[in-house]
């Protein structure tokens, strides 16, 4: 942060008053849960987005990124709209959206760096939309509960910027919880406990490099297959509002009621919901490997069910279950390339990281990226 505020310093000829951090986040089990109301098992990283702010007199915004160099400026009254694939919109974006809420954000010059990799998977976006939604908070003294601002973050995505995502990337970013993993309940939309991970062990993260925007890929359809899904099976179980009322039993019973494609979708879903609540009762009784398993039967799931895999992808978890070391390994987050993650004991995570890239790099050319990653606390803002 110290950075930041002397760069932001030296570029404005003058300092930021209030600075926020954010940080990207891991889905561990739960792919594409969140948005039918399900469970989701994250975490925290200690990768992180940074934004320095200072108000300033009239309706002018100034916001550098100090990674690229690159600015941006805009009027507070010229953001209704956003700009195709202009990384300033994270920033307007929350603007809009607190202005819905009937809270106006005066004008500021604001600086932000960030060191969670962009389209991988981890959240890069909503750490941005954080960052810069909790700088606001701090410098205009806005009152909103943490939840509320998940949901800034959320309408940014939905209603901005078009994709129709959960809320499971903005509450990992404000909820997470040093070395442990949260369970998210998203009907009730709260954290219902923190899971540890075991002593001994990492989650080790490879970018395939295969880039996503989710806005241009198959997401939207994907919710509109679930959606789709949860109508038709509510004809016929009364209680169903979406598909984590759905036990696999009455899946398979109703399997006729749906398109093909339809029921891949729900069995993934209904799947990562298992999966999920299986999960937390194996590391309470500290069963490592079938924690693992369980990743591999989600990645299968995403392969098949889903279909949000890559050929990349598929060939990195295909490689964790022939290198040494390796207990589990799954696509993470919404799909259609970025990262996998990787259970793996510590004392053997860098070996057996480099092994997997060796591999990956001798199959497809590509040099995969690794980080070994530290779960980190959730978002926080100070005055300067």
């Known amino acids: 942060m110290e950075k930041l505020i002397n760069d932001f310093t030296k570029f404005y000829g003058a300092a930021p008053t209030v600075a926020a951090r954010a940080p990207g986040r891991l889905e561990i089990l739960g792919n594409h849960t969140d948005y039918n109301q399900g469970f989701v098992l994250s975490c925290a990283v200690e990768q992180d987005t940074r934004f320095a702010l200072r108000p300033v007199e009239g309706k002018h915004c100034r916001v550098k990124d100090f990674r690229d160099g690159s600015v941006r400026e805009f009027d507070l009254d010229d953001i209704d709209k956003a700009i195709p694939r ?30 969670v990799p962009l389209s991988a998977g981890m959240s890069s976006s909503a750490a941005f939309e954080t960052a810069a ?8 003294g806005i009152e909103l509960s943490n939840a509320d601002w998940a949901r800034v973050g959320q309408g940014v995505e939905n209603h901005y910027m078009g994709l129709k995502s959960g809320l499971l990337d903005q509450f990992s970013s404000i909820f997470g919880k040093k070395d442990s993993m949260i369970l998210t309940d998203f009907r009730s939309v709260e954290v219902l406990r923190t899971v540890p991970l075991p002593a001994g062990y990492s989650i080790v993260v490879i970018n395939s ?16 297959d679930c959606e789709a899904a949860a109508e038709k099976l509510a004809q016929i179980y009364p209680d169903v509002k979406t598909l984590r009322d759905v036990s ?37 009784h500290n069963d490592v490997k079938g924690f693992g398993r369980l990743w591999f039967d989600s990645h299968e799931s995403s392969r098949v069910n889903f279909e949000n895999s890559t050929e990349e992808l598929d060939y990195l ?15 993470s987050g919404g799909g259609f390339g970025g990262i996998t993650i990787h259970l793996v004991a510590t004392d053997g995570a860098e070996e057996y990281a480099k092994r997997v890239q060796a591999g990956f790099k001798a199959r497809t050319g590509i040099d995969a990226e690794y980080i070994i990653c530290a779960i980190g606390d959730g978002a926080t803002s100070r005055k300067l």
């Open 86 to 115: 202009d990384w300033a919109n994270y920033v307007k974006g929350v603007i809009v959206e607190l202005r819905k809420r009937g809270i106006e954000v005066g004008a500021f010059d604001a600086g932000m760096e960030s060191s």
């Open 133 to 140: 939604g909790f700088a606001m908070r701090e410098a205009f």
């Open 209 to 224: 490099m295969v880039k996503h925007n989710l806005v241009d890929s198959e997401y939207n359809v994907r919710r509109q």
């Open 248 to 284: 696999l039993e009455q899946l398979a019973a109703a399997k006729s009621a749906l398109t093909e494609r339809e029921y891949r979708r729900a069995l993934h879903v209904v799947g990562e919901c298992t999966r999920v609540i299986e999960a937390v009762r194996m590391l309470e």
């Open 317 to 331: 978890v295909e490689l964790a279950k022939s290198v040494p070391g390796g207990l589990g390994a799954r696509l």
